[in-house]
């Protein structure tokens, strides 16, 4: 079993910048990836990373916005987040272990219990 713990979550104000960092209790292997949800709605890829070849991906909502990286020295995630908007005000998790489809959440394992975002305007 892979504990995910998040941190870094806020309120800030529209404009401003958060990173949020996600700390694995071991390697996974496989994707890694924050996803982001909001009352009433499914659950959204945000960003993911594949540490073997450092590829990333992003949905088109962040792209340009947030940057999305790992530190395999201390099995962490991050998630740089800038020039937030409130539209990014959700609840943010960390997931792990996808082998494909990088940002679908039914294909992540392991799930974090989240942190949350609010962004103001």
């Known amino acids: 079993q892979v504990q995910l713990v998040e941190s870094g979550g806020g309120s800030v104000q529209s404009g401003g910048s958060l990173r949020l960092s996600c700390a694995a209790s071991r390697v996974t292997g496989g994707w890694m990836a924050w996803f982001r949800q909001t009352p009433g709605k499914e659950r959204e890829g945000v960003a993911a990373?594949?540490?073997?070849?450092?590829?990333?991906t992003y949905s088109d909502s962040v792209k340009g916005r947030f940057t999305i990286f790992q530190d395999n020295t201390k099995n962490a995630l991050y998630l740089q987040m800038n020039n937030l908007k409130p539209e990014d005000t959700a609840m943010y998790y960390c997931?792990?272990?996808?082998?494909?489809?990088?940002?679908?959440?039914?294909?992540?394992?392991?799930w974090g219990q989240g942190t949350q975002v609010t962004v103001s305007s």
């Open positions: 997931a792990a272990g996808a082998d494909q489809y990088p940002l679908r959440p039914v294909d992540y394992k392991y």
């Open positions: 990373v594949l540490g073997s070849r450092m590829a990333t």
